[in-house]
């Protein structure tokens, strides 16, 4: 039987970052520095890589160059050949001490560049090194293009909204996620017990917001049920999804990140895209009066 594809497929290598963007929807200044096991991630991939293809395998954090396996990581992607390509997500801060083997090995190189942030190699320097290794550049301008608020601090109680959220996210579709022995729709999904604990929430997250990879006997039909599936994640009722209002790329100090746990978002409207706050209360307005 044919595998499963996917768009794409990323594995959070790096749970802690070099910056401390306040609002970074990995959460990763609020994570204790800690690296994904390269073992298991290795049985990970070759369990799925027997009944999954994926266009693109994105390796992220945190920062994935902080992680002194970095090479290692790759090396099992290419071993299992379960991607068409591979891509390294940065902020490319550490690029000018990345081994000419990383840039052979990667066919795609994703840089972020956010406000108050100095680069330590230009982007036509990495775009030089680039081209004599065949490697694609593509860069997210957050200096002019600002994050979207993504991880609330509030349950979302209006199911409607949820359900719409799930249905127009783009991140399940683009972001799915390998994490120690599951594999889930996107991060937001992976980071959901852990960012209730810091919340102070009491909330447990539904193991069907993931599918175990080494538990489940018929593993491809496991991924397609969960893939396909009409209803939102547990987790989703804390993600505005691909919706959220625009928020500062900026760097966080302590108590700027402090602040973010503390933030009011029992309004969920006033946490959308105004755009899609009026959107969405039109339509369900009429469809309320007929």
Same mark, same amino acid.
């Given at each position: 039987?044919?595998?499963?594809?996917?768009?794409?497929?990323?594995?959070?290598?790096?749970?802690h970052?070099?910056?401390?963007?306040?609002?970074? #929807?990995?959460?990763?200044?609020?994570?204790?520095p800690?690296?994904?096991?390269?073992?298991g991630?290795?049985? #990970?991939?070759?369990?799925?890589?027997?009944?999954?293809?994926?266009?693109?395998?994105?390796?992220?954090?945190?920062?994935?160059?902080?992680?002194?396996?970095?090479?290692?990581?790759?090396?099992?992607?290419?071993?299992?050949?379960?991607?068409?390509?591979?891509?390294?997500?940065?902020?490319?801060?550490?690029?000018?001490?990345?081994?000419?083997?990383?840039?052979?090995?990667?066919d795609?190189?994703?840089?972020?560049?956010?406000?108050?942030?100095?680069?330590r190699?230009?982007?036509?320097?990495?775009?030089?090194?680039?081209?004599?290794?065949?490697?694609?550049?593509?860069?997210?301008?957050?200096?002019?293009?600002?994050?979207?608020?993504?991880? @609330?601090?509030?349950?979302?109680?209006?199911?409607?909204?949820?359900?719409?959220?799930? #249905?127009?996210?783009?991140?399940?579709?683009?972001?799915?996620?390998?994490?120690?022995?599951?594999?889930?729709?996107?991060?937001?999904?992976?980071?959901?017990?852990?960012?209730?604990?810091?919340?102070? @929430?009491?909330?447990?997250?539904?193991?069907?917001?993931?599918?175990?990879?080494?538990?489940?006997?018929?593993?491809?039909?496991?991924?397609?049920?969960?893939?396909?599936?009409?209803?939102?994640l547990?987790?989703?009722?804390?993600?505005?999804?691909?919706?959220?209002?625009?928020?500062?790329?900026?760097?966080?100090?302590?108590?700027?990140?402090?602040?973010?746990?503390?933030?009011?978002?029992?309004?969920?409207?006033?946490?959308?895209?105004?755009?899609?706050?009026?959107?969405?209360?039109?339509?369900?307005?009429?469809?309320?009066?007929?």
């Amino acid at each position: 039987m044919d595998p499963l594809k996917s768009r794409s497929c990323e594995a959070n290598i790096a749970s802690h970052c070099n910056l401390n963007c306040q609002y970074c #929807d990995q959460w990763a200044p609020f994570w204790v520095p800690a690296f994904l096991p390269l073992d298991g991630f290795a049985r #990970d991939l070759e369990r799925l890589s027997k009944v999954l293809w994926v266009e693109e395998f994105k390796i992220l954090g945190g920062e994935p160059l902080l992680n002194p396996q970095l090479p290692a990581f790759i090396k099992a992607i290419q071993d299992t050949r379960i991607a068409g390509s591979i891509s390294l997500v940065t902020n490319g801060l550490l690029l000018p001490r990345m081994s000419d083997q990383i840039w052979q090995d990667i066919d795609i190189l994703r840089i972020s560049l956010y406000p108050g942030v100095r680069m330590r190699m230009s982007l036509h320097d990495i775009s030089e090194r680039a081209r004599m290794h065949d490697v694609k550049v593509f860069v997210q301008d957050h200096i002019r293009h600002p994050f979207r608020l993504t991880g @609330i601090n509030s349950r979302n109680t209006d199911r409607r909204l949820v359900q719409f959220l799930y #249905d127009t996210c783009d991140d399940r579709r683009g972001c799915n996620t390998i994490h120690r022995g599951r594999f889930y729709t996107c991060t937001q999904a992976t980071v959901f017990t852990d960012r209730m604990k810091k919340l102070g @929430i009491t909330e447990s997250q539904s193991l069907s917001d993931g599918v175990s990879i080494h538990e489940v006997g018929d593993l491809r039909t496991a991924l397609k049920t969960y893939l396909d599936q009409k209803y939102p994640l547990e987790a989703c009722a804390y993600c505005l999804g691909c919706h959220g209002r625009a928020v500062p790329a900026d760097q966080g100090n302590k108590s700027m990140l402090a602040a973010r746990l503390t933030q009011d978002h029992s309004d969920i409207t006033k946490q959308l895209d105004p755009k899609i706050a009026a959107w969405f209360k039109q339509t369900h307005d009429v469809v309320d009066q007929t």
